[in-house]
């Protein structure tokens, strides 16, 4: 389990320089590691192939030795079997002992002629059926009148399967030259000679009875250089086996005889192949030929350590290679990846330093690659969020002027209370009912100021505000201003910032009615758009010139922080500081919106969203 946690995001705390470099190592050390062994096995799969095709043409030339061989011995035994002392010797089978003793003397020559000429015979053997037997080597040579009991070879199936035969040859790898003494004669603790053995039966000429029988023996050790190559390794076993896969010819003469254990691998129709074997534990490559029509069947067995011993220096060479190639992928890959994540650890080390509180970092170096685009967003972040900042801190510093400001202009209200309402009984007192009525209507708006302190109020509170405040102002300047408020009752609940109205109606009844002796008509309408409360104040004024409404207007949608009032017409004050208000309560979708025509008048529209909670200070 901890092992597990260990390579999970949150338990593998390693660079990711490190990572990377981890994984690129083992990416490229997996495919080197991959094309050095399909390298390997398949040089290993061509010194198979070509040893094989090297043994099949030695094979080729092995077949034509042992096909010459064979062919020669077959002469020498057709040769025997119609030489006239031979003849002679065979067709005489009843003269006299001294005469039969001399015949075997001339036959016995005859045959010392064909082991001095053919040194590779090891000695040739005549048998006629009444158990008369010649044997002539180089070292020794007998004569017997019978011996069909003293020479195992007359009980042998050998000599039944010969004579059966009639004409032609039987070629024998499994005799030795036991079969071919005599009982009292062979030394039970001499090794014996293991032979290659060619039959023969010989005819009197003239006769179709069979005489005779012949047997031409070669020594193994010498029929084995025959067929074995020079240029095998030494640890190579090859060896000739028969029909039955009884192995008639080896270097090890202990396994002549005995059946080889890969004879029933070979595909009896298959002229030559190859095959791989393992025998206990141990690999081997066997690659098989037949011989001609002979029967016989060459097989040579490689170890696989011969191909690995052969391939010792291409496998020293493949991980020399490997490790040159790991060292130049550990060097390659630390500059590539270092030159990769340098953007990336410039991103980080800007990263702490915001964490430590300096704002305003940039990246200088922004590759045209993603981690590019990742430094210049951070870039513009950073920078977005030091602005950002900085606005709230001009924000906080407008509201704690105007939270000043208003402190400044606050009067105790009590005191305010007491002396309005000491004039308006003097008035009342003295009869003076306009003075009455004024001094009760500017109560009405000190009582909105005072005893509500909540940052918001209903549309209709708002309303009542004005009217007062236009009440006053028409018995200031004589009535000439007609006021027209159309409030829709589903509206009259909703919120709004108070006294921005205020202002506005202001700057209508002083700047709008001035030049016309205060005579005019003002008009305020409610009305919704989608989720936004829309307030229009109009007026028949002398409206703005065309220049300074392009100037007002411009301040209006000016970012508030970023404007100031110094430039701005007279009477602008009161709107600027309500729009500004509205942004900073709302929003820079929201505001106030002006149009004007020089002489015709004013409209001033303010947007506010629909509200219908209050929001306290």
């Given at each position: 389990m901890r092992t597990f946690k260990f390579f999970t995001d949150r338990g593998f705390n390693v660079k990711l320089k490190t990572q990377l470099i981890a994984s690129f190592l083992t990416m490229s050390l997996l495919v080197v590691a991959v094309i050095a062994i399909l390298v390997y096995n398949s040089v290993l799969t061509i010194l198979r192939n070509q040893s094989n095709e090297m043994v099949t043409r030695q094979f080729y030339q092995s077949e034509h030795n042992i096909l010459e061989f064979r062919d020669q011995i077959e002469k020498i035994a057709g040769v025997l079997a119609i030489n006239k002392d031979i003849q002679s010797f065979i067709d005489r089978q009843n003269a006299p002992d001294a005469v039969r003793v001399n015949e075997v003397r001339v036959v016995l020559k005859s045959l010392d002629t064909f082991l001095n000429t053919y040194p590779y015979i090891d000695s040739i053997s005549l048998f006629r059926p009444d158990g008369e037997a010649i044997y002539d080597s180089l070292s020794a040579s007998w004569y017997r009148e019978d011996a069909r009991e003293e020479i195992p070879f007359y009980s042998s199936a050998l000599y039944e399967q010969i004579t059966q035969q009639g004409h032609g040859f039987l070629w024998e790898g499994q005799s030795n030259s036991k079969l071919f003494q005599l009982t009292d004669q062979a030394d039970i603790y001499e090794e014996p000679v293991q032979y290659i053995t060619v039959f023969r039966n010989v005819y009197v000429l003239g006769r179709i009875s069979q005489s005779a029988v012949i047997a031409?023996?070669?020594?193994?050790?010498?029929?084995?250089?025959?067929?074995?190559?020079?240029?095998?390794?030494?640890?190579?076993?090859?060896?000739?086996?028969?029909?039955?896969?009884?192995?008639?010819?080896?270097?090890?003469?202990?396994?002549?005889?005995?059946?080889?254990?890969?004879?029933?691998?070979?595909?009896?129709?298959?002229?030559?192949?190859?095959?791989?074997?393992?025998?206990?534990?141990?690999?081997?490559?066997?690659?098989?030929?037949?011989?001609?029509?002979?029967?016989?069947?060459?097989?040579?067995?490689?170890?696989?350590?011969?191909?690995?011993?052969?391939?010792?220096?291409?496998?020293?060479?493949?991980?020399?290679?490997?490790?040159?190639?790991?060292?130049?992928?550990?060097?390659?890959?630390?500059?590539?990846?270092?030159?990769?994540?340098?953007?990336?650890?410039?991103?980080?080390?800007?990263?702490?330093?915001?964490?430590?509180?300096?704002?305003?970092?940039?990246?200088?170096?922004?590759?045209?690659?993603?981690?590019?685009?990742?430094?210049?967003?951070?870039?513009?972040?950073?920078?977005?969020?030091?602005?950002?900042?900085?606005?709230n801190k001009t924000i906080e510093e407008d509201k704690r002027r105007l939270e000043i400001e208003a402190l400044q202009a606050q009067i105790n209200p009590h005191f305010l209370y007491n002396a309005l309402n000491t004039i308006k009984w003097v008035a009342m007192v003295r009869k003076e009912l306009s003075i009455v009525d004024s001094i009760t209507t500017l109560g009405n708006m000190l009582r909105s100021i005072y005893k509500d302190r909540t940052l918001t109020v209903p549309l209709q509170v708002e309303v009542e505000y004005i009217e007062n405040y236009l009440k006053i102002m028409n018995i200031r300047f004589g009535e000439g201003v007609r006021v027209d408020i159309h409030i829709p009752d589903h509206l009259k609940d909703c919120h709004l910032i108070r006294f921005i109205m205020q202002p506005i109606v202001e700057n209508a009844f002083i700047h709008g009615m001035s030049l016309r002796s205060y005579r005019g008509k003002i008009g305020i309408i409610a009305s919704q758009e989608d989720n936004n409360l829309m307030i229009t104040i109009s007026d028949n004024g002398v409206g703005i010139h065309a220049q300074s409404l392009e100037k007002l207007q411009n301040h209006l949608n000016a970012i508030p922080s970023h404007s100031s009032d110094a430039s701005l017409p007279e009477g602008s004050i009161g709107l600027s500081n309500v729009n500004r208000r509205i942004k900073m309560q709302y929003g820079h979708d929201y505001g106030l919106f002006l149009e004007s025509e020089e002489g015709s008048g004013t409209t001033v529209r303010i947007r506010v969203p629909m509200i219908r909670t209050a929001e306290s200070v």
């Open positions: 031409v023996n070669i020594r193994q050790s010498n029929f084995e250089s025959i067929f074995k190559s020079k240029g095998n390794s030494s640890n190579s076993v090859q060896y000739l086996i028969d029909t039955d896969g009884i192995r008639i010819s080896q270097s090890a003469s202990g396994a002549i005889g005995t059946r080889a254990e890969l004879a029933d691998h070979i595909a009896p129709n298959q002229t030559s192949g190859s095959f791989a074997t393992s025998t206990n534990g141990d690999s081997k490559q066997v690659t098989y030929y037949n011989i001609g029509n002979t029967g016989w069947t060459l097989i040579n067995e490689t170890p696989e350590g011969e191909f690995i011993r052969n391939t010792l220096a291409l496998r020293k060479l493949i991980l020399v290679a490997v490790a040159i190639g790991a060292i130049c992928a550990l060097f390659l890959s630390n500059y590539w990846i270092y030159r990769i994540t340098r953007p990336f650890n410039h991103l980080v080390n800007a990263m702490r330093e915001m964490e430590k509180g300096n704002l305003g970092v940039i990246i200088n170096e922004t590759p045209s690659t993603e981690l590019g685009i990742i430094g210049r967003r951070f870039n513009k972040m950073s920078l977005s969020i030091e602005e950002l900042i900085q606005k």
